[in-house]
């Protein structure tokens, strides 16, 4: 696992965050917590590519073009 550097300062709701999360959980409310925080994010990703898809024109055939293609690194 790679590890985070933690910045030096933490936001509002980072520390809010860890307010609530100051007592040790059961591991498997911590996880469940976890999957949850995990899947918002992921959201949150699907929705950003789904605006960056939208403008700039990308399509379900590009994404099937670039799989087809091959692609090689070149040395300069």
């Known amino acids: 696992m790679?590890?985070?550097?933690?910045?030096?300062?933490?936001?509002?709701?980072?520390l809010m965050m860890l307010r609530l999360l100051k007592d040790p959980l059961p591991d498997s409310e911590f996880q469940k917590i976890r999957r949850y925080v995990v899947r918002l994010l992921a959201n949150q990703l699907d929705e950003v590519m789904g605006e960056w898809e939208k403008e700039n024109n990308i399509t379900e055939e590009d994404y099937i073009k670039l799989s087809h293609d091959h692609f090689r690194s070149r040395r300069n």
Do not use: F, Y
């Not at 790679?2 to 980072?14: C, G, R, V, W, Y």
């Open 2 to 14: 790679a590890t985070l550097k933690i910045p030096d300062s933490l936001n509002e709701q980072q």
